[in-house]
């Protein structure tokens, strides 16, 4: 009965093993995330630049960074960015995007005046997984989300495939 009771315990102990040892990248993606949604949800639109907004570091984007082979393509969402508020800057290497933008609206009524005030400070650097040609970048702005295509020096050969007969 000892000998019963005892195989059970062992087949009962497991290691529990945290599901962030191995993803601390998307673990980092939670909390980025949440940083940028507490300050947008907490930062009211119409607050004057230097109160609340100046307590938070400029806010990171949202990027995809993905390979096509001869160039990488990075998308960036930039909300109420315009292109002429936009700062790029390729190395290498990396990219470094920083864009701000100020708002301000005023209207004036019989016995009172209301000003609202917004700014919107980015800034995202990334390291990127090959070499580019920072002098044939080419970006375009379109309904607030920035493509960026950075051609590689050394394009990344297509995987050969070979078709296989199943019998």
Not at 50 to 58: G, L, R
Not at 108 to 128: A, D, G
Request: aromatic share 8%; glycine share 2%.
């Amino acid at each position: 009965m000892a000998d019963k009771n005892e195989n059970n315990n062992n087949s009962e102990k497991r290691e529990v093993v945290p599901f962030w040892r191995s993803r601390f990248d998307e673990l980092d993606r939670v909390f980025d995330n949440f940083k940028r949604d507490f300050e947008h949800v907490f930062t009211p639109s119409f607050a004057p630049a230097k109160s609340i907004q100046h307590m938070f570091e400029p806010s990171t984007t949202a990027c995809d960074l993905v390979d096509e082979g001869d160039k990488f393509v990075i998308t960036a969402d930039m909300p109420r960015i315009k292109k002429d508020e936009i700062n790029l800057d390729v190395g290498d290497d990396y990219i470094d995007i920083s864009a701000e933008h100020k708002e301000s609206d005023e209207e004036k009524k019989k016995k009172y005046i209301r000003k609202e005030h917004s700014e919107v400070s980015i800034r995202r650097r990334m390291s990127l997984p090959g070499r580019v040609k920072p002098e044939n970048v080419n970006a375009k702005l379109n309904n607030g989300i920035l493509t960026i295509e950075l051609p590689k020096e050394k394009p990344t050969p297509q995987p050969r495939t070979t078709k296989v007969k199943v019998e």
